[in-house]
């Protein structure tokens, strides 16, 4: 059944509706809209999408816009409250960037946030040429509004400062280049939130004057023929005749001889050593304090400097006659101290660093000349022991007498020892220890002792102490156009004193005596075998001098370093048992000079 209404019923429904719609237009009539941000300000880094958050507190309806087309704004409208999301792509420009964000809504005013996009990172440069020696500096700037840090791809490169906010000057350190090319490091500058960015270092390379390398020092009334290539070298199973020049003559005079040695010493340089650089006498200098010699070097625009320590005795008369040690002596210094003979400690892997293989071409030997340079350590050494002297011979205040000096050193100084009394002839007296293989072995009797003892094949693996080509002979030893009795016989006539040790059959037992006794017959030949010595005793404490052998240094001392006479060094000993096979070894004779 279909309800019916009154018509009063009809009646007060109307005048209801009536009521409530005049109630609503009143309320709307009323209303107030409301628009607030929380922050006037926002800063964004430089990287691409920094982004940073501002709030929009409000009752109505709004929109954002910026007219940036750098900046998006996330959501752009909205009604109410809201987070919104500033968003900036990357400000590649080195000048910082802004946006005014306007916020507007119906009735009420706009709000205004101020959005700045920080500059790029940014260095001065991107590629930084540096010179190749030690201590070497440059400087870049770098542009920056955050707090930034440095890194590099090599560690031969030190920053001041390594990290810092805001624009510095950074200043660029470098360790010396041991090569002689050039070589690149990167250098990295992070910010956070910024593109990182990078420097191209070169270091420039050591490349060798010509002058200085690859030649000998001539000496006075000698003429040194051209020498032979590795290729022109013939097999020889003997020890080379010391007494035959290279044109096939035969050494008749002590004069003679004199011109033999600048041959055996060039091969050597040629071939083994590396050459040791002829320098004017008064590139060297000397000055003197607290027991301390300063030797100071200046070559090819470059200088370097090393320091000496000098012990003196308490005894004796200055100007004091002196051992020099490599690195230090082994011998009984407190004997030689009482003896009147001051000791002098010659500070080598400062001039030539022998650490291992990998350290070729490192010093302030190739500081002066070239990483590159041929010289190995041992010949570095002895340029160094030779500058060393010329700066005793200048600077009187040390109280040292340079016609008086030893030069001794034990294993691989031992080595260096033998060379340096080798290639200066101011050197009265040399004393090598124990220094085996390099030293005063025999490399043809190393090689046919076997791999019980140190052979050329092996040394020349092990470290720095020779040229780098001398490994060219590690399997033919025989083409060696000399061998070590010959590098001692560079001592004579001045005086020589071989101590080694049979314990140590690695430092070649049978090699060295025999090697001694072929040196022996060259003072033999000049008339003064007593001024060679050579004593091998065996004991377990490698480079630790045994009583019994210390008078025989101390005659040594008193015959060359304090000019005693009558004192007897004919020594030529070996406790080992051991057999010097002349026949097998020498096929040559020996003269009277």
């Given at each position: 059944m279909r309800k019916t209404f009154s018509l009063p019923t009809i009646l007060l429904a109307i005048s209801t509706l009536i009521a409530y719609?005049?109630?609503?237009?009143?309320?709307?009539?009323?209303?107030?809209?409301?628009?607030?941000?929380?922050?006037?300000?926002?800063?964004?880094?430089?990287?691409?999408?920094?982004?940073?958050?501002?709030?929009?507190?409000?009752?109505?309806?709004?929109?954002?816009?910026?007219g940036a087309e750098w900046l998006s704004l996330t959501p752009a409208s909205g009604t109410g409250n809201a987070k919104i999301t500033a968003a900036a792509d990357e400000n590649t420009d080195f000048t910082s960037r802004s946006a005014t964000v306007k916020v507007t809504a119906d009735g009420v005013s706009s709000k205004l946030v101020e959005v700045t996009q920080s500059r790029a990172l940014s260095v001065s440069s991107n590629e930084i040429t540096i010179d190749p020696e030690e201590g070497s500096t440059e400087k870049f700037v770098i542009n920056s509004e955050g707090k930034w840090t440095i890194s590099a791809s090599e560690d031969w490169i030190s920053f001041s400062p390594e990290s810092g906010t805001g624009n510095a000057t950074v200043t660029i350190t470098v360790l010396s280049n041991p090569d002689s090319e050039p070589r690149i490091a990167t250098i990295t500058v992070t910010e956070a939130g910024a593109t990182a960015q990078s420097v191209d270092l070169i270091q420039g390379?050591?490349?060798?004057?010509?002058?200085?390398?690859?030649?000998?020092?001539?000496?006075?009334g000698c003429v040194i023929p051209e020498l032979p290539s590795y290729n022109d070298l013939t097999e020889n199973p003997y020890l080379p005749d010391p007494f035959e020049f290279l044109d096939g003559s035969r050494v008749t005079s002590q004069a003679d001889w004199t011109c033999r040695q600048a041959e055996i010493s060039a091969l050597a340089q040629k071939f083994q050593y590396g050459y040791k650089p002829c320098i004017p006498y008064d590139a060297t200098t000397g000055s003197f304090s607290g027991n301390t010699i300063t030797v100071t070097v200046q070559e090819n625009g470059r200088s370097i400097s090393f320091d000496c320590s000098i012990t003196y005795p308490t005894t004796g008369q200055a100007p004091y006659p002196a051992v020099i040690g490599i690195g230090f002596s082994f011998l009984n210094n407190q004997q030689l101290l009482d003896l009147g003979v001051a000791v002098i400690n010659f500070p080598q892997d400062e001039i030539a660093l022998q650490d291992n293989a990998g350290s070729r071409g490192t010093g302030k030997f190739y500081d002066l000349y070239c990483s590159s340079h041929s010289a190995g350590a041992i010949i570095a050494w002895s340029w160094g022991v030779s500058r060393l002297i010329d700066a005793l011979e200048k600077t009187p205040a040390a109280n040292i007498d340079p016609l008086h000096l030893a030069v001794t050193g034990c294993s691989r100084n031992g080595k260096g020892a033998l060379a340096a009394?080798?290639?200066?002839?101011?050197?009265?007296?040399?004393?090598?220890?124990?220094?085996?293989?390099?030293?005063?072995?025999?490399?043809?009797?190393?090689?046919?002792?076997?791999?019980s003892v140190q052979r050329l094949r092996q040394i020349v693996t092990e470290n720095t102490w020779f040229r780098k080509n001398f490994d060219q002979f590690s399997t033919s030893v025989d083409k060696v156009p000399?061998?070590?009795?010959?590098?001692?016989?560079?001592?004579?006539?001045?005086?020589?004193?071989?101590?080694?040790?049979?314990?140590?059959?690695?430092?070649?037992?049978?090699s060295t005596w025999t090697a001694g006794n072929a040196a022996h017959k060259i003072w033999e030949a000049l008339g003064v075998p007593d001024n060679m010595g050579f004593s091998q005793t065996g004991h377990s404490d490698h480079c630790g001098l045994p009583e019994s052998q210390e008078p025989e240094v101390e005659a040594f001392v008193r015959k060359f370093l304090l000019e005693e006479e009558n004192v007897n060094t004919s020594i030529m000993k070996t406790d080992g048992n051991l057999t010097f096979d002349e026949d097998k070894w020498i096929n040559w004779s020996v003269p009277t000079l």
């Amino acid at each position: 059944m279909r309800k019916t209404f009154s018509l009063p019923t009809i009646l007060l429904a109307i005048s209801t509706l009536i009521a409530y719609s005049a109630m609503g237009c009143e309320d709307k009539d009323n209303f107030t809209p409301m628009l607030e941000v929380h922050s006037s300000s926002l800063t964004l880094n430089s990287a691409a999408q920094s982004t940073d958050t501002f709030k929009i507190i409000s009752n109505t309806e709004w929109t954002i816009s910026s007219g940036a087309e750098w900046l998006s704004l996330t959501p752009a409208s909205g009604t109410g409250n809201a987070k919104i999301t500033a968003a900036a792509d990357e400000n590649t420009d080195f000048t910082s960037r802004s946006a005014t964000v306007k916020v507007t809504a119906d009735g009420v005013s706009s709000k205004l946030v101020e959005v700045t996009q920080s500059r790029a990172l940014s260095v001065s440069s991107n590629e930084i040429t540096i010179d190749p020696e030690e201590g070497s500096t440059e400087k870049f700037v770098i542009n920056s509004e955050g707090k930034w840090t440095i890194s590099a791809s090599e560690d031969w490169i030190s920053f001041s400062p390594e990290s810092g906010t805001g624009n510095a000057t950074v200043t660029i350190t470098v360790l010396s280049n041991p090569d002689s090319e050039p070589r690149i490091a990167t250098i990295t500058v992070t910010e956070a939130g910024a593109t990182a960015q990078s420097v191209d270092l070169i270091q420039g390379g050591n490349p060798c004057d010509p002058a200085d390398d690859n030649q000998f020092c001539e000496v006075a009334g000698c003429v040194i023929p051209e020498l032979p290539s590795y290729n022109d070298l013939t097999e020889n199973p003997y020890l080379p005749d010391p007494f035959e020049f290279l044109d096939g003559s035969r050494v008749t005079s002590q004069a003679d001889w004199t011109c033999r040695q600048a041959e055996i010493s060039a091969l050597a340089q040629k071939f083994q050593y590396g050459y040791k650089p002829c320098i004017p006498y008064d590139a060297t200098t000397g000055s003197f304090s607290g027991n301390t010699i300063t030797v100071t070097v200046q070559e090819n625009g470059r200088s370097i400097s090393f320091d000496c320590s000098i012990t003196y005795p308490t005894t004796g008369q200055a100007p004091y006659p002196a051992v020099i040690g490599i690195g230090f002596s082994f011998l009984n210094n407190q004997q030689l101290l009482d003896l009147g003979v001051a000791v002098i400690n010659f500070p080598q892997d400062e001039i030539a660093l022998q650490d291992n293989a990998g350290s070729r071409g490192t010093g302030k030997f190739y500081d002066l000349y070239c990483s590159s340079h041929s010289a190995g350590a041992i010949i570095a050494w002895s340029w160094g022991v030779s500058r060393l002297i010329d700066a005793l011979e200048k600077t009187p205040a040390a109280n040292i007498d340079p016609l008086h000096l030893a030069v001794t050193g034990c294993s691989r100084n031992g080595k260096g020892a033998l060379a340096a009394g080798a290639f200066d002839e101011r050197i009265a007296l040399t004393i090598p220890q124990e220094s085996g293989s390099g030293g005063a072995a025999s490399w043809r009797v190393s090689d046919f002792q076997g791999s019980s003892v140190q052979r050329l094949r092996q040394i020349v693996t092990e470290n720095t102490w020779f040229r780098k080509n001398f490994d060219q002979f590690s399997t033919s030893v025989d083409k060696v156009p000399y061998d070590h009795h010959s590098i001692m016989g560079l001592c004579a006539p001045r005086g020589l004193l071989v101590i080694e040790n049979t314990s140590m059959e690695w430092l070649g037992n049978l090699s060295t005596w025999t090697a001694g006794n072929a040196a022996h017959k060259i003072w033999e030949a000049l008339g003064v075998p007593d001024n060679m010595g050579f004593s091998q005793t065996g004991h377990s404490d490698h480079c630790g001098l045994p009583e019994s052998q210390e008078p025989e240094v101390e005659a040594f001392v008193r015959k060359f370093l304090l000019e005693e006479e009558n004192v007897n060094t004919s020594i030529m000993k070996t406790d080992g048992n051991l057999t010097f096979d002349e026949d097998k070894w020498i096929n040559w004779s020996v003269p009277t000079l």
